[in-house]
C-alpha cells in the first residue's frame, strides 16, 4: 500500500512540459500545418513535397522535446518502459517505409530518365517502342510496391490506439503522452496519402482510340500527331523529374530527422 503511494507520488510530481511549453507549442503548431494540407488523387507534386517538409518539421520538434529534462526523467522511468518500446517500434517500421519510398522515387527517377534520353534521340524506330513499354512495365510495378507499403501503413495505423494514461498523472503528461500519439498517427496518415498519389499513374496519356505506342511509333516515321504527343510527353516527363527531385530531396531530409529522433529514443531506452 505505501509503495503505491510512493509510486503514485512520483507520478503526479514529475510531469512532461504541457501545451503551454514552447517545445510542446512548437509540436502542436507542425500538428496543426499538417492537418491543413489536402492530399488527395488531385493533389498538387508542391503539395505532397509541403506534406514531405511538414513531416521533417514535426520530427525535428518531437525530437527537442524528448531531448528536454522532464521528458527524459519521465520516460526514463521503468514503468514508462512500455510507451518508449512502442516508440521505437514506430520508429523503426516507419524508417524502413521512408527507405521504401526513397527507394520508389530514385527507380522512378530512371526509368524517366531512360524514357526521356530514348525519345530524345529516337527516329520513330523500335527503341522508342521498347523503352515506352518499359517504362510502363515498370510503373506497374512500383504502382504494386506501393500498394504494399499503404497495407503496411494501414496495419499499423489500427495498431496505434490510445492505450492507458495514468489517471492520477499530471494533466501536462495527459497532454504530451496523448500528443506523441497524435505525431505519430499523424506520421502515419501523411505517409499513405503520399503513396496513394504516388501509386496512381502520373503521366496518364491523353485519351484516343488507338495506344500511346501507337501514336509515337510507327515502322516508316512519325505522324505529326505523333510528333505533337512525343513532345506533350517530353514535356511532363521534364516536369515529372522535378517534381521526384524535389521529392527525393525533401525524403532524404525526412530521413535524416526519423534518425535523429530513433537516437534520441534508444538514448531514453538505454538510460
Not at 92 to 110: F, H, N
Not at 112 to 139: A, C, N
Request: one cysteine or more; glycine letters at 4%.
Amino acid at each position: 500500500m505505501a509503495s503505491s503511494s510512493k509510486f503514485n507520488h512520483i507520478i503526479r510530481s514529475i510531469s512532461l512540459p504541457g501545451k503551454s511549453h514552447p517545445t510542446g507549442q512548437r509540436v502542436e503548431e507542425a500538428l496543426n500545418n499538417l492537418k491543413t494540407l489536402k492530399i488527395s488523387n488531385e493533389s498538387t507534386a508542391e503539395t505532397m513535397h509541403d506534406g514531405l517538409l511538414g513531416l521533417e518539421e514535426l520530427y525535428k520538434c518531437v525530437n527537442d522535446l524528448l531531448n528536454l529534462p522532464q521528458a527524459l526523467q519521465f520516460f526514463s522511468q521503468h514503468q514508462h518502459e512500455k510507451w518508449v518500446k512502442d516508440l521505437l517500434d514506430k520508429s523503426e517500421r516507419l524508417l524502413d517505409v521512408c527507405v521504401a519510398i526513397r527507394e520508389l522515387v530514385l527507380q522512378c527517377k530512371e526509368n524517366v530518365r531512360e524514357l526521356h534520353h530514348s525519345l530524345r534521340r529516337s527516329q520513330g524506330d523500335s527503341t522508342t517502342e521498347t523503352s515506352i513499354i518499359k517504362f510502363t512495365s515498370s510503373g506497374k510495378k512500383i504502382k504494386k510496391e506501393a500498394k504494399k507499403l499503404v497495407l503496411a501503413l494501414n496495419k499499423m495505423d489500427h495498431e496505434t490506439t490510445e492505450g492507458s494514461v495514468f489517471l492520477d498523472a499530471h494533466q501536462d503528461t495527459i497532454d504530451m503522452i496523448k500528443t506523441l500519439r497524435e505525431a505519430n498517427a499523424t506520421r502515419i496518415s501523411i505517409f499513405q496519402m503520399f503513396l496513394s498519389v504516388f501509386s496512381d499513374p502520373l503521366l496518364k496519356p491523353k485519351q484516343s482510340k488507338r495506344s500511346l505506342v501507337s501514336r509515337l511509333v510507327s515502322k516508316r516515321r512519325i505522324s505529326c500527331e505523333g510528333e505533337e504527343e512525343k513532345m506533350d510527353l517530353e514535356t511532363r516527363l521534364e516536369s515529372f523529374e522535378s517534381h521526384l527531385d524535389d521529392f527525393e530531396n525533401g525524403l532524404e531530409g525526412l530521413f535524416r530527422c526519423m534518425i535523429r529522433s530513433r537516437s534520441s529514443l534508444l538514448n531514453i531506452f538505454s538510460c
